[in-house]
Nanobody
Framework: VQLQASGGGLVQAGGSLRLSCAAS????????MGWFRQAPGKEREFVAGISWSGSSTYYADSVKGRFTISRDNAKNTVYLQLNSLTPEDTAVYYC????????????????????WGQGTQVTVSS
C-alpha cells in the first residue's frame, strides 16, 4: 500500500494543524495505522496509533490529550489532529500502516509497521 501524508506547515505555539494520510488501496480497512515523528538529530518516535476499525486508539504520553488520531475507511484516509502545539512538536511526521495482526495489539515500534509514507513537516514557532 502507498501512503501520502499531507497537512504539515508552520504554526505558532498554541496553534493547531490537521495531518492527513491517504492510502492507495481499497483494502485500507485491513490495516492498522500509526503516526510517528522525527525531530532533527533525534530518533523517530511513536505518536499515535489506531486499529483497523477505529475503535481503539493509543498515544505517546507526550501528546496525550493534545493530539487525536482518527480514520475514515470510506476515504482510505487516517488523520492526526494536533492541538496546543509547542516548539517541541516540531518534526517530520510520518504515517505508517501495518497488516492487522491476530490478535490485535497496540504497536509503538517502527519495525512493527509494514508500509510508510514520505512524511510531512510540522514546524511550531515560539
Amino acid at each position: 500500500v502507498q501512503l501520502q501524508a499531507s497537512g504539515g506547515g508552520l504554526v505558532q505555539a498554541g496553534g493547531s494543524l490537521r495531518l492527513s494520510c491517504a492510502a492507495s488501496r481499497r483494502t485500507f480497512s485491513s490495516y492498522a495505522m500509526g503516526w510517528f515523528r522525527q525531530a532533527p538529530g533525534k530518533e523517530r518516535e511513536f505518536v499515535a496509533g489506531i486499529s483497523w476499525s477505529g475503535s481503539s486508539t493509543y498515544y505517546a504520553d507526550s501528546v496525550k490529550g493534545r493530539f487525536t488520531i482518527s480514520r475514515d475507511n470510506a476515504k482510505n484516509t487516517v488523520y492526526l489532529q494536533l492541538n496546543s502545539l509547542t516548539p517541541e512538536d516540531t518534526a517530520v511526521y510520518y504515517c505508517a500502516a501495518r497488516i492487522n495482526p491476530s490478535p490485535w495489539y497496540p504497536a509503538k515500534r517502527d519495525y512493527e509497521y509494514d508500509y510508510w509514507g514520505q512524511g510531512t513537516q510540522v514546524t511550531v514557532s515560539s
